[in-house]
């Protein structure tokens, strides 16, 4: 046969037995190898009735019947003397017992949407997927592979959707830019929104991909079938099902700009029988000339009220939050010009290091004492890049200065003295422009903040040696993590009493911290890891903390740390208790209910995903215990059984 390619589909034809069938590749087409007295034939394996794989069927009465519906046909021809719609048949040769099949040179591969839009969303520099791949959305995911295998990209296969999404969310909160999760329809893409929403409300910027059944059968009740697009509506920004007429490369340009420009979700969902359609003449897009420079500058009249607002305060104090985690370098500037304390909601942990001279820590019920002492004492807050949460707790008793480049969230829950609308960056240096001026008459804090530390470091100590025999406390657990925790490492905190404990206690450094912040999401720190590996690779190590609660919402996902070798050391304090909801149930006034845990053996199951894992139930092994899970080279985890209530 010309222009014949012969693929080798069995090592040893003695594998397939007398009066047997095999679904066996050859190329990129699966194929039914029959065995019916002593001769082999090689024919298609899709049934023409409905595509079932007749290379699992049997052969019966000399029939080879298909295993979903029982149509017959010839295992050698493949005639069907009942309907008439026989089965294509390939050549076979068989060469020192190996068998060969021939099948026609395949032609070059031709773009599809799939194709365009993929390639699109790398140009646009989203370059990290986290996803699964499923019967639904396999042309996107071929476009996908397709891109990876340039280089262009790394897709990150996950055990549950919930997980990529978190995983999506993380690396946006991260990295600022947004990265894409990927899901098949149905179940698949529900089981997304949790991580979708953590993202939304935390503002970070997202890409979801989902598969979807054929148009023709939406509306029917068809296997997997959900509206995805009145699904996503409550989460989504940007919201759209990929037609046939649609443009293609502007629609994923599009998607991506509000992505990044809202700072919020975007969806786009594929029809089964449009990710296969060829794209023809269209191109792919790239972000040249697409999206403008973001440095707003801020009224003049608004920036001329901040400056006398400072200008009277003699004991100013900056707050900042999690909008201003990429603006850092200024404010701290503008700070050290003030000598002023500087201290981070919780969300914005670690945007000063607890070591600089006027950093104070977290504010809020994750606080320190040292950053509530110095709210208490001030007569001007500059707050800037945060939302006023009820859990930082920023007093509106106190003069106000807001600035933020999303004008929604300036005076979003009452009354400011002084809204300033603008780009951070620009914002703080006009304000640093001015700092001689700003400076006189402020009184040094300096001092001050190190005294306030030094009392809350020998409380500290004190409350390291409260031993009730029921397990290690979390402060003795933060505290050894601070001398332990590499000093630019990423942490991924989850939520309940650790997190808590984890504001409280960790002294941060050079460190990134990555949570579930408005959502308040249990189960995100080790999917969080996951993202934030994406986005650092092995240059930074990652550390995540959970409780046993959040740990087991998506323990599987261990197995994906030990798939990609990501050297990810996982913390897991586990008390046999949701700890923190028990403590709500009591303030409450109710009965402790419906919290107790039953745990498997954490550490034994890291071991058997093959990685490191190690646990410890008391104090004295604490050190040892941590720095073998710090030393270890690939993935661990470190089991701490702690006490519930010192926390």
């Given at each position: 046969m010309k222009n014949t390619i012969w693929h080798q589909v069995l090592e040893d034809k003695n594998e397939l037995q007398e009066g047997r069938v095999m679904t066996v590749t050859a190329g990129h087409k699966d194929l039914c190898l029959t065995r019916f007295e002593g001769k082999y034939t090689a024919l298609q394996s899709k049934c023409p009735h409905q595509g079932g794989p007749l290379g699992e069927g049997s052969i019966e009465n000399g029939q080879l019947r298909c295993p979903w519906h029982g149509w017959d046909f010839c295992p050698h021809g493949g005639k069907s003397d009942d309907f008439g719609d026989g089965l294509e048949t390939f050549p076979i040769k068989i060469e020192e017992n190996k068998i060969f099949v021939g099948l026609k040179e395949e032609p070059p591969h031709e773009n599809t949407i799939s194709d365009i839009m993929v390639e699109t969303m790398v140009n646009w520099g989203i370059n990290r997927v986290f996803g699964m791949v499923g019967h639904s959305n396999l042309g996107v995911a071929d476009a996908i592979r397709r891109q990876e295998e340039k280089g262009s990209l790394k897709f990150i296969g996950i055990r549950h959707e919930g997980a990529a999404a978190f995983?999506?969310?993380?690396?946006?909160?991260?990295?600022?830019?947004?990265?894409?999760?990927?899901?098949?329809?149905?179940?698949?893409?529900?089981?997304?929104?949790?991580?979708?929403?953590?993202?939304?409300?935390?503002?970070s910027p997202i890409l979801a991909l989902t598969g979807q059944v054929a148009t023709q059968v939406v509306g029917t009740g068809n296997?997997?079938?959900v509206d995805l697009v009145r699904a996503f509506q409550t989460v989504a920004e940007f919201n759209q099902r990929v037609e046939q007429q649609s443009r293609h490369a502007e629609l994923m340009t599009l998607a991506i700009k509000h992505a990044i420009l809202k700072r919020d979700v975007s969806h786009l969902t594929f029809p089964d029988q449009i990710q296969v359609q060829p794209a023809k003449d269209t191109k792919a897009q790239t972000s040249d000339g697409r999206i403008s420079l973001l440095s707003i500058a801020p009224?003049?009249?608004?920036?001329?009220s901040a400056?006398?607002?400072?200008?009277?305060?003699?004991?100013?104090?900056?707050?900042?939050?999690?909008g201003a985690r990429f603006n850092m370098d200024p404010i701290i500037s503008l700070a050290e010009k003030l000598n002023c304390p500087v201290m981070t909601t919780f969300k914005g942990k670690g945007q000063i290091s607890d070591h600089h001279r006027l950093g104070c820590g977290v504010l809020g019920r994750s606080g320190t004492p040292i950053a509530s002492y110095f709210m208490n004492e001030t007569d001007l807050l500059i707050v800037i890049g945060a939302s006023f949460s009820k859990h930082?707790?920023?007093?509106?008793?106190?003069?106000?200065?807001?600035?933020?480049?999303?004008?929604?969230?300036?005076?979003?829950?009452h009354k400011i003295d002084c809204p300033v609308y603008g780009e951070i960056s620009r914002t703080v240096g006009i304000l640093t422009e001015q700092s001689k001026e700003l400076s006189q008459n402020k009184v040094d804090q300096t001092e001050e903040i190190a005294n306030r530390w030094e009392i809350w470091r020998k409380e500290k100590q004190k409350r390291l040696n409260e031993d009730r025999g029921k397990g290690?406390?979390?402060?003795?657990?933060?505290d050894e993590l601070t001398k332990q925790a590499p000093e630019n490492a990423v942490m991924c905190v989850d939520v309940g009493n650790n997190a808590y404990s984890f504001g409280r206690y960790f002294e941060s450094k050079q460190h990134n911290f990555l949570m579930s912040g408005y959502l308040g999401s249990i189960g995100f720190a080790l999917p969080a890891a996951i993202g934030a590996w994406a986005a650092v690779g092995d240059t930074r190590p990652i550390i995540a903390v959970a409780g046993d609660g959040g740990i087991c919402?998506?323990?599987?996902e261990f197995s994906t740390l030990v798939k990609y070798e990501m050297p990810v050391k996982l913390i897991v304090l586990n008390n046999s208790e949701l700890g923190k909801i028990t403590k709500e149930q009591r303030a409450g006034g109710w009965d402790k209910w419906a919290t107790d845990l039953v745990n498997p053996d954490f550490a034994s199951y890291a071991k058997g995903c093959g990685g490191f894992g190690l646990s410890i139930t008391n104090r004295q092994d604490l050190q040892l215990g941590m720095k073998q899970l710090i030393d270890h080279k690939g993935p661990g985890l470190l089991e701490i059984k702690t006490d519930t209530k010192l926390i």
């Amino acid at each position: 046969m010309k222009n014949t390619i012969w693929h080798q589909v069995l090592e040893d034809k003695n594998e397939l037995q007398e009066g047997r069938v095999m679904t066996v590749t050859a190329g990129h087409k699966d194929l039914c190898l029959t065995r019916f007295e002593g001769k082999y034939t090689a024919l298609q394996s899709k049934c023409p009735h409905q595509g079932g794989p007749l290379g699992e069927g049997s052969i019966e009465n000399g029939q080879l019947r298909c295993p979903w519906h029982g149509w017959d046909f010839c295992p050698h021809g493949g005639k069907s003397d009942d309907f008439g719609d026989g089965l294509e048949t390939f050549p076979i040769k068989i060469e020192e017992n190996k068998i060969f099949v021939g099948l026609k040179e395949e032609p070059p591969h031709e773009n599809t949407i799939s194709d365009i839009m993929v390639e699109t969303m790398v140009n646009w520099g989203i370059n990290r997927v986290f996803g699964m791949v499923g019967h639904s959305n396999l042309g996107v995911a071929d476009a996908i592979r397709r891109q990876e295998e340039k280089g262009s990209l790394k897709f990150i296969g996950i055990r549950h959707e919930g997980a990529a999404a978190f995983a999506a969310s993380a690396y946006g909160k991260l990295t600022g830019k947004p990265a894409a999760c990927f899901a098949i329809a149905g179940p698949g893409s529900t089981n997304m929104f949790t991580g979708l929403w953590d993202a939304k409300v935390d503002r970070s910027p997202i890409l979801a991909l989902t598969g979807q059944v054929a148009t023709q059968v939406v509306g029917t009740g068809n296997f997997q079938e959900v509206d995805l697009v009145r699904a996503f509506q409550t989460v989504a920004e940007f919201n759209q099902r990929v037609e046939q007429q649609s443009r293609h490369a502007e629609l994923m340009t599009l998607a991506i700009k509000h992505a990044i420009l809202k700072r919020d979700v975007s969806h786009l969902t594929f029809p089964d029988q449009i990710q296969v359609q060829p794209a023809k003449d269209t191109k792919a897009q790239t972000s040249d000339g697409r999206i403008s420079l973001l440095s707003i500058a801020p009224p003049k009249e608004q920036i001329e009220s901040a400056i006398n607002q400072i200008k009277k305060s003699k004991r100013p104090v900056i707050i900042v939050g999690h909008g201003a985690r990429f603006n850092m370098d200024p404010i701290i500037s503008l700070a050290e010009k003030l000598n002023c304390p500087v201290m981070t909601t919780f969300k914005g942990k670690g945007q000063i290091s607890d070591h600089h001279r006027l950093g104070c820590g977290v504010l809020g019920r994750s606080g320190t004492p040292i950053a509530s002492y110095f709210m208490n004492e001030t007569d001007l807050l500059i707050v800037i890049g945060a939302s006023f949460s009820k859990h930082t707790g920023i007093t509106p008793k106190k003069p106000i200065i807001q600035i933020d480049i999303d004008p929604l969230a300036i005076a979003k829950f009452h009354k400011i003295d002084c809204p300033v609308y603008g780009e951070i960056s620009r914002t703080v240096g006009i304000l640093t422009e001015q700092s001689k001026e700003l400076s006189q008459n402020k009184v040094d804090q300096t001092e001050e903040i190190a005294n306030r530390w030094e009392i809350w470091r020998k409380e500290k100590q004190k409350r390291l040696n409260e031993d009730r025999g029921k397990g290690v406390s979390s402060i003795a657990v933060f505290d050894e993590l601070t001398k332990q925790a590499p000093e630019n490492a990423v942490m991924c905190v989850d939520v309940g009493n650790n997190a808590y404990s984890f504001g409280r206690y960790f002294e941060s450094k050079q460190h990134n911290f990555l949570m579930s912040g408005y959502l308040g999401s249990i189960g995100f720190a080790l999917p969080a890891a996951i993202g934030a590996w994406a986005a650092v690779g092995d240059t930074r190590p990652i550390i995540a903390v959970a409780g046993d609660g959040g740990i087991c919402q998506y323990l599987a996902e261990f197995s994906t740390l030990v798939k990609y070798e990501m050297p990810v050391k996982l913390i897991v304090l586990n008390n046999s208790e949701l700890g923190k909801i028990t403590k709500e149930q009591r303030a409450g006034g109710w009965d402790k209910w419906a919290t107790d845990l039953v745990n498997p053996d954490f550490a034994s199951y890291a071991k058997g995903c093959g990685g490191f894992g190690l646990s410890i139930t008391n104090r004295q092994d604490l050190q040892l215990g941590m720095k073998q899970l710090i030393d270890h080279k690939g993935p661990g985890l470190l089991e701490i059984k702690t006490d519930t209530k010192l926390i």
